[in-house]
């Protein structure tokens, strides 16, 4: 059964840190392309950042120059590092990644999944 699975929210003050994770699990044979999407209390959930399978990425205006995304192929993880927060970056963040699984009958399969959000609080 293939997971996907975020973690590395919290509390954190304005101007902090934070590096968000981003696990798969399962009978991965590739990870394609993650993004990266928030949403905040009212508000539509939106991209925040995305890597590609070829390592291309793209982020957001609102987080360019203070958010990197990056992957770890080896351990089917893509981080979102988040520097000079802001509390207009509070929200659950969620992860969404494109994946290619070997299936039990030896064939792959290839598939969008999502993860059930880490919350993210940044406080002025």
């Known amino acids: 059964q293939v997971q996907v699975v975020e973690s590395g929210g919290g509390l954190v003050q304005a101007g902090g840190s934070l590096r968000l994770s981003c696990a798969a699990s399962g009978s991965i044979r590739s990870i394609n392309a993650v993004g990266w999407y928030r949403q905040a209390p009212g508000k539509q959930r939106e991209l925040v950042a995305q890597?590609?399978?070829?390592?291309?990425?793209n982020y957001a205006d609102s987080v360019k120059g203070r958010f990197a995304i990056s992957r770890d192929n080896g351990n089917n993880t893509v981080y979102l590092q988040m520097n000079s927060l802001k509390p207009e970056d509070t929200a659950v963040y969620y992860c969404?990644?494109?994946?290619?699984?070997?299936?039990?009958?030896?064939?792959?399969?290839?598939?969008?999944?999502w993860g059930q959000g880490t919350q993210v609080t940044v406080s002025s």
């Open positions: 890597i590609t399978g070829f390592d291309s990425t």
């Open positions: 969404n990644a494109d994946l290619t699984t070997i299936t039990n009958y030896r064939t792959t399969y290839r598939s969008t999944y």
